[in-house]
């Protein structure tokens, strides 16, 4: 996910609306929800391939597709994601630009699809581990990077639950900022019986008990 971010950065700048620009218009880019489906890891030292673009606007937000490849060409790894503009000065969600909407809608072309209209509400929680959020959690405007929400999902989950199988998707809905300091409980459910296996997740911050995010783990 790190990598998807940095490729989605360099892209954005690449063809006019990256965070410089949406500086300049008082905007910054909001990650809202985002999927990945991973075939395979990689394994260390080996080259991957990065290809994202923007994939089109509706109404509310603006959606990104993203494919990984490794040496061979072979696709490992997909992903698609939502954002929305926000406004620094009003601190509410805004508009997308114009000169961004007639970027986003250049290629259709979708890597994924939501399989779902969003993630629903966790019913039982079964686990729980609380975070405590440092510095070094923080990205440029100082909220919590977003890799770190699956990050504690996936710990939220105990060791011997997990150690026999591998993270093959994540659906994750991103629903409130998360800033230093603060202090948050990962819920987990028990693994339901399917194939793949699926855990559904909820963070949430103490003590006002907002919901940060909500995640679907898929393991195999």
């Given at each position: 996910v790190n990598y998807l971010q940095e490729a989605a950065g360099q892209n954005?700048?690449?063809?006019?609306?990256?965070?410089?620009?949406?500086?300049?218009?008082?905007?910054?880019?909001?990650?809202?929800?985002?999927?990945?489906?991973?075939?395979?890891?990689?394994?260390?030292?080996?080259?991957?391939?990065?290809?994202?673009?923007?994939?089109?606007?509706?109404?509310?937000?603006?959606?990104?597709?993203?494919?990984i490849t490794d040496q061979a060409g072979n696709k490992i790894a997909a992903a698609t994601s939502s954002w929305v503009t926000f406004d620094m000065e009003e601190r509410a969600m805004a508009p997308i630009p114009a000169f961004v909407e007639e970027a986003f809608n250049t290629f259709p072309d979708r890597a994924l699809n939501f399989t779902t209209r969003t993630i629903p509400r966790l019913k039982e929680a079964v686990h729980e581990k609380v975070f405590h959020v440092r510095e070094s959690d923080l990205d440029a405007n100082g909220h919590?990077?977003?890799?770190?929400?699956?990050?504690?999902?996936?710990?939220?989950?105990?060791?011997?639950?997990?150690?026999?199988?591998?993270?093959?998707?994540?659906?994750?809905?991103f629903r409130q900022e998360c800033k230093y300091g603060d202090i948050v409980f990962t819920r987990s459910s028990a693994g339901m019986e399917e194939n793949p296996a699926r855990f559904d997740h909820s963070i949430v911050r103490h003590p006002d008990g907002a919901e940060l995010a909500r995640l679907r783990t898929y393991w195999v």
């Open positions: 954005a700048t690449a063809i006019g609306f990256g965070y410089r620009r949406m500086w300049q218009e008082n905007l910054a880019w909001v990650l809202i929800r985002l999927m990945i489906q991973v075939r395979r890891y990689p394994v260390m030292g080996e080259d991957l391939t990065v290809t994202t673009w923007p994939s089109g606007v509706d109404s509310r937000s603006a959606h990104r597709d993203y494919l919590v990077n977003n890799v770190h929400f699956i990050d504690w999902a996936v710990e939220s989950i105990p060791r011997p639950e997990r150690d026999n199988l591998r993270l093959a998707e994540v659906d994750v809905v």
